[in-house]
Each structure stands twice: as structure tokens, then as C-alpha cells.
């Protein structure tokens, strides 16, 4: 090539990075390149920051394994896709302000969260102290339907998250928040008061295309899985340490749950005022729904539970006066709520801290459980209770080992044994051939069941 047609060239190029800026700089009032927004829409975007993990996901983005600081709120937004590559690993910052409630992974209705790790290589959520409640934890937020306080569930009904006041609710049972599949939670749970809190893992209106598998989630202050109405079914999870209840749900959750494991370990001192290792509700938790009893409230099928407790009592941290209490019961079921619960192991392996309540309460202030729709079937080690093995505190209570069919009415203090328990389908405790979970499918998260759960297996 001549000198000639060289400068020539030169010149093209010259001109043409000319006009690029030119229009970069132009009078368009959109906000500028590279000018962060609040919005991460690529792994280049000025907002994406893997030590400073916040802001809202407004593209299909997926993160390749590694360590991320989550440091507020990080948000998915309706209609896009956050995908987690097996050996991702959150943690929460807890250092100053932003730590608590403003720290969150929340997925929006019409939103995904694809997390599916693998047995070598999970993907874990976690925090820089590794306290209970550091940060808020996980919310997936879906469309599947809620119960209404009248009772009716006709998909009209939604309701704002505790933290966050983001809508969840809607109409298709079907709906798919993503997937979480060996996937590890832990250290979450902060509350901002007594009925907004966060849990390890809410599951806000979830249907059935929600996939959750393989989960271990551990050491929350507030529940460790909170069920928020839907559909949604899950299968081998393994969940230890719970402040408040591990195993929750209310609004109507009409799911499935297969090959549970809850612990509450000899160690694990956080608790709170009405904490036990399963609640069960058909409407809100503090509220009874109108009519009490209707078809359309929660009625969960839960089958191969072990359940173990190696501490009934603990301290109220998020109490200035860390106010100690006890486990009110094992379980409590009540508003409204139907339930089944076979092949369940229980070990009771705290004989100094008897629940308050029993092992079972069926009924508060609030509301009955819907008795002729309760079905228990357990195998239970563990301490006398008065009146029978197991069963309650009061005298009078059925007889282990037998079904309990009788019929009676609410007494006057709106509490069992007051109100006698109603044409119970089965209940039946110290039945010897109910194994409870498989542990072999946790062999991923390397727990000592051994030496932290004796005797459940």
C-alpha cells in the first residue's frame, strides 16, 4: 500500500471516531453510557459489582462460580432470569447499616431464580458473622393462589411481603419461581418487628412449577422455611436450628413435603416466645379466618419427617431483656388447618425442657385445627408427658398407640382439653415401624448426625 493510500485511510477512521462521539455526546436525554441506575443488565454494567452486590436484575443475567458480597438488596425483577452456577457463594455484609433487613436476595412475581448447584458443588448463601439474623434472606415471590379471609380462594387475593412490601399472589397454581436444588441458607431471619421478619427461606404464593430439592438450611432467627400459601412441594431438606419455628406455613398452602429432617441441636440457645419445630396455619398466623372452617385453607400432605430436639429452651436475642422461654410445643396446628403427617420419627432428647404445650397443640385463641381432617402417624422417643406419652400436658389427653376418635365441643377457655378433639382420622403415637427420613441424600453437606442428632437414625 502507497503512502498515499495509507493517509487516506487514516483519515476514515479519524472521521469515523469522530462521529461516534458525536452522537455519545449528543442532546438525547437518556441517561448517559456507563452512568449506574440502580438496573444491572450484563456483567459489565457500572452497577454490577461482585463486592457490592445490590440493585435490581432488569436482564437475564447468570453469575459463574465464585464469591459475591451481597450488600443490600438485590432484586429480580418481572420478567427476567437470575442464574447461579453451581460453586456460587453469597454472603451477606453485616458491617454497619447493611446488614439485617436491608440485606435480601428478592425475586419478584413473573421473576426466576435459577440456583442449581450440584452435590460437589452447592451453592451457598451465608453471612460474614454467621449469627442468626444477619441479613433477611431468601424471598420468591409467585402467582400461585392464597386463601382469603372469608375462606374463599378464587386467585383475586394477594398480599405485600413482611420486608420489602413486594405483592405476591395471583391466580395460577402452575407458576414457577425457578429452581433451588442443592442449595444451602443460613444466618438469615432479621426482623424489623414481631410480624415483619424474614426467614431462611420464604415462599411467598409458590406453585407447583417451583422446584425445591436438596436443600439445607440452618441457624435462622426466625423460621428456617415459612410456606405463604400455594402450591408449591419440596422434597429432601434438611433444616437445623430455628429461633422461631422451622417449618412453617400459613395462607392456604396446599403442598407436598417429602424426606425432612429438623434438628434443633444441644448447642442452639436462640428462641422466641411461641417457637416449636412445626406451625401450622390455614389463614395468618395472629388472625382466624372467617368461617373458621372451610375446605379451601392449608391442607399439606407431609411424609418420612425425623424430627429431633436436643434443646427445648433458649434466650430471646432479639429481646433487649433476652427473655428465655421453652418450645410450646413440638407442633402446633390450628385456624383452620388440615394436616397429615406420616412416617415420622420423633426424638425428643431434652428431659429437662419439656414443651409447654405437648408435643402436639391443635388449636389456640385463633382457631381449631380441622380435627376430622387431622392425620399423625409417629414413631416418638422421649420423655412422660402428664396424662400420656407424648400427647399433652393435660390429663384426659388419648392413649399412645391407639387412634383417637372422640367427639366433644370447645369449652369455655377456647383451649384443648377444653375443647375435645373431633373425629380425628389417626393419630398415632410409638407406632415402631415408621422409620422417618433417609439421611443418605445430605451425605453433599457433610453433617454429623452422629454426634448432633443421637438417636433419631
Not at 426466625?222 to 433444616?239: A, M, S, W, Y
Not at 396446628?333 to 388440615?338: A, E, P
Not at 408427658?385 to 366433644?408: D, K, L, M, Q, R
Request: charged share 15%.
Amino acid at each position: 500500500m502507497n503512502t498515499m493510500n495509507k493517509l487516506n485511510r487514516m483519515l476514515m477512521v479519524a472521521i469515523s471516531a469522530t462521529m461516534i462521539v458525536s452522537c455519545n455526546n449528543s442532546d438525547d436525554p437518556a441517561t448517559p453510557v456507563g452512568a449506574p441506575d440502580g438496573l444491572i443488565t450484563s456483567l459489565t454494567d457500572p452497577d454490577y459489582n461482585p463486592n457490592s452486590l445490590k440493585g435490581s436484575v432488569a436482564a437475564n443475567i447468570t453469575l459463574p462460580a465464585g464469591n459475591y458480597i451481597l450488600d443490600g438488596a438485590l432484586t429480580v425483577l418481572d420478567g427476567f432470569t437470575l442464574t447461579l452456577q453451581p460453586g456460587v457463594k453469597f454472603t451477606a455484609n453485616t458491617s454497619g447499616s447493611q446488614g439485617g433487613t436491608n440485606v435480601r436476595l428478592q425475586v419478584n412475581k413473573g421473576a426466576k431464580l435459577m440456583a442449581v448447584g450440584t452435590a460437589a458443588q452447592p451453592i451457598v448463601f451465608t453471612s460474614d458473622r454467621k449469627l442468626p439474623g444477619d441479613w433477611a434472606g431468601v424471598f420468591l415471590c409467585g402467582q400461585a393462589t392464597l386463601v382469603a379471609p372469608n375462606g374463599a380462594r378464587d386467585g383475586s387475593y394477594t398480599q405485600a411481603t413482611e420486608i420489602g412490601d413486594t405483592s405476591y399472589g395471583g391466580n395460577n397454581d402452575a407458576d414457577s419461581s425457578g429452581q433451588l436444588q442443592y442449595v444451602e441458607i443460613a444466618y438469615a431471619g432479621a426482623r424489623i418487628n414481631g410480624t415483619k421478619e424474614g426467614n431462611n427461606l420464604s415462599l411467598y404464593a409458590q406453585g407447583t412449577g417451583t422446584i425445591l430439592k436438596n436443600l439445607w438450611l440452618h441457624d435462622g432467627a426466625d423460621d428456617n422455611i415459612e410456606f405463604f400459601g400455594g402450591t408449591v412441594n419440596v422434597e429432601n431438606l434438611l433444616i437445623v436450628n430455628s429461633a422461631d419455628d422451622t417449618f412453617d406455613w400459613c395462607l392456604g398452602w396446599k403442598g407436598t413435603a417429602k424426606n425432612i429432617i429438623e434438628i434443633r441441636e444441644a448447642g442452639f440457645n436462640d428462641i422466641t416466645n411461641g417457637s416449636g419445630m412445626m406451625e401450622g396455619d390455614g389463614f395468618f398466623a395472629d388472625l382466624g379466618s372467617t368461617p373458621a372452617n372451610t375446605a379451601n385453607l392449608s391442607n399439606p400432605t407431609l411424609t418420612n419427617f425425623s424430627i429431633g430436639v436436643y434443646n427445648g429452651a433458649g434466650k430471646d436475642s432479639g429481646d433487649a431483656n433476652n427473655t428465655a422461654y421453652k418450645l410450646r410445643a413440638l407442633a402446633l396446628y390450628r385456624t383452620g388447618c388440615k394436616i397429615s403427617l406420616t412416617n415420622t420419627k420423633v426424638v425428643w432428647g431434652d428431659t429437662a425442657n419439656l414443651p409447654t404445650n405437648g408435643l402436639f397443640k391443635f388449636n389456640d385463641a385463633t382457631g381449631p385445627a380441622l380435627a376430622a381432617n387431622v392425620n399423625i402417624d409417629i414413631n416418638y422417643t422421649g420423655p412422660n408427658f402428664i396424662g400420656a406419652t407424648g400427647v399433652t400436658t393435660t390429663a384426659g389427653s388419648p392413649t399412645p398407640g391407639a387412634n383417637f376418635n372422640a367427639v366433644g365441643t370447645q369449652g369455655a377457655s377456647g383451649y384443648y382439653p377444653a375443647y375435645v378433639l373431633g373425629d380425628f382420622a389417626k393419630l398415632v403415637f410409638n407406632n415402631t415401624a415408621v422409620v422417618g427420613a433417609d439421611k443418605s441424600v445430605f451425605a453433599w453437606t457433610s453433617y454429623d448426625f452422629a454426634t448432633k442428632a443421637p438417636g433419631l437414625f
